[in-house]
C-alpha cells in the first residue's frame, strides 16, 4: 500500500472500509500459525497476537473509530478492561474519543492488586456508581479476562453498559458473557 492508499483509508468514513481495513491489518500483523497454549489454557493451532495491530497507528485509529461508531448515542462514561490485553485498545479510543470532541476517561484493570505506592486494582479513572462502561478486550476466547474486568465494575456499582473485542475466537465467550 502506498502512502496515498493509505491516506484514503484512514479519511474515509465508510464503516464497512475501515471494517476490511482493519481486517487486513490483523491477517497481516496479528494472524499465527503454530503450536500455542491460550489464556484460557487451552491448545491452538491459530493465534491472534492482536496487540501487534493495536498497537500500530493505523490499527489502533480504525479500531478505536469502529468501536466509538458502536457505542455512539450510548452515554458511556468509561472504557476500560484487564492490563494487559486491553491497554493499547483503552488508550486509542479515550484518545479518538477527545478527538471527536466526546471524551471518555479510561482505566485498566489490574488482574493483582499493585502491592507498591496506592496499590490500586483500577488504574487511571475511577469509575462512580451508576456510571455506564464499556469493557474491551483485544480477543476473547472463553471470555475470562473480560469476567475479570467486570467484578470491580460491579463492586463500584457501575453498570457495564457494553463488552467488546477485537477477535471473538467464537469459542464460548459470547455465550458466557451472556
Known sequence: MNKTQAMSVKTTNAPDMRRERLKAILKEKSYLHGDFVL???ERSSVFFDV???SLDPEGAHLAADL???AIEGQNIRAVGGIAVGACPLVSAICVRSYDRGAPIPAF???K???QHGTKKKIEGHAPKKDDRVLIVDDVATKGGSLLES???MKELGCVVAKMMVVVD???GAAERLA
Do not use: N
Open 108 to 110: 485498566y484493570v489490574r
Open 39 to 41: 489464556s484460557s489454557g
Open 67 to 69: 468501536i466509538l461508531d
Open 150 to 152: 467486570i467484578a470491580p
Open 51 to 53: 496487540k501487534m495491530t
Open 169 to 171: 475466537r467464537e469459542q
Open 112 to 114: 493483582d492488586d499493585k
